[in-house]
């Protein structure tokens, strides 16, 4: 790993971004890297915003915060703004909606995650995976065979294939977004 | 070998504890340590311990006393309000020397406060939570590894003195999951109490050499008392004021006797350093950042880490503050270890408490500048 990531992802509680958060952290270990994962969260069970992060790096990582993220995803159906002057200097914000690239600013990057999951997995529940492939796809900080091993216990067996499938749109995606630069 | 994995602090905590030999558990689910139950409650059964969801903080505090008198080394986990309503049984746990364990998930208080923000603010209340002069232990650690070896430690300690240790967290490190990878270093072992030597007389409260009398589990054919009154050496309560002093002199005594076996503190750079930086749990890390940070920017900052915050490694901490220009001491609290390091450094050297209670974690930047403030 060459540089230390911070990712963080928002999303609303029951989304399963926390869990994403997750399998990016295990898949670092698998690739040997030092990493931190956690959550902050309301006290709400469901609906609440839910804030997850990573950090990943070879260094070994003391301070358990992000301060700046070089990654960060929205999920929720909330204004962006606010939060691209948390970005790190080298930062990019991705949110999930369908907005033509050229209204947006320079370091945000808009991907239809969900429609993606509902259209063309057929499985709106499939989102969370859908966005870690881009997450993947965008920044190349673990590699995809990784990914998709630390992936696999973290959906049901029955439904693998179709997680699998979600998570190469994510990748496609994610690809494609950064070339429509 | 990678064997690495990922594992958050309050699992870490719950497989010490079980490397340790705890096979008892009871406890009532109190955000943030409610991971701690659930953990417990998956692996328990699995080595044949008994898991036991209370009806409340206070009796689950009874139960864990009960099963350790029945010879289970047993441990309870609890937060905030949850620690504040276990004091009485702690006390009672301190009085009859019943060896358990207790982690304690600091949150913001008094009160409800804030159920999922992080404090520092249960520091005095480890040590003084229930009332009297009393034989406790409290142990800090700072990242997932070293929950996992300390809460281990903690057991051991436990049932070695026959005094109550409480493991502290704060909700950062209990929620966070990260890489550990386990070394030789970190093997638990198990050391179990003394119990009594078939075919003498037993007296549960023994005046004995190494001052911790023999523990008969109840059902193991010794018929005794146990009370929270003061009692002499047969265990039945007392007002002789020569045996309540030799009594309450000798469960005291434990931790003047056996100090340097409890205390573990942890050095980074300090013997060279302007600056030392004193700090425990969480906070710690972000000290650390800075020694690491400021290193490279050519200053020289050292940190003294108390893992084990009670008995306060107070001689350690007189030690390295020596001849340094400062002592500068971060907590999530409006001061309360700063008030130990005063009395450990006597006016020796300057200190500089910095302290941040909005919930949220001293940054590292926070720490470097006021270091560059004194420098």
Redesign the interface.
Known sequence: MAKRWEVRLIGTGGQGMVTVS?IL??A??LE????????????EVRGGHSTSYVIASNES?????I?APNVLLIMSKIDYRPYLSTLAKDGILIINNGADPKSLPDRVYSIPIRDIAHDQVGKPITANIVSLGVLVGMTGMISEATALEAMQPHVPAKALELNKKAFALGVEAGKAALQGR | MNDAKLLAGSDACVFGALAAGVRFFAGYPITPSSEIANLFARELPKLGGKFMQMEDEIASMGAVIGASCAGLKAITATSGPGFSLKQENIGFAAEAEIPCVIINVMRYGPSTGLPTTSSQGDFMQTRWGTHGDHAIIVIAPYTAREAYRETGRAVNLSERYRIPVIILLDEILSHLRERVEFKEEDIVTVIDRKGPVPGTPYLPYEDTDDMIPPFAGFGDGYRYHITGLIHDKTGFPTSDPGTIDRVMRRMNGKLDYYRDKIVRVKYVDVDNADVLIVAFGSVARSAEEVVRSMKKAGKRVGLLRPVTLWPFPDREIREAAAGKRAVIVPEMNLGQMVREVERAVAGTVPIHPLNRIDGGLITPHEISDLIEELL
């Open positions: 997750i952290a295990e670092a270990v040997g890297s030092n990493v931190v994962q956690s959550q902050n969260y309301g006290p990582i003391l301070y358990p915060k301060d």
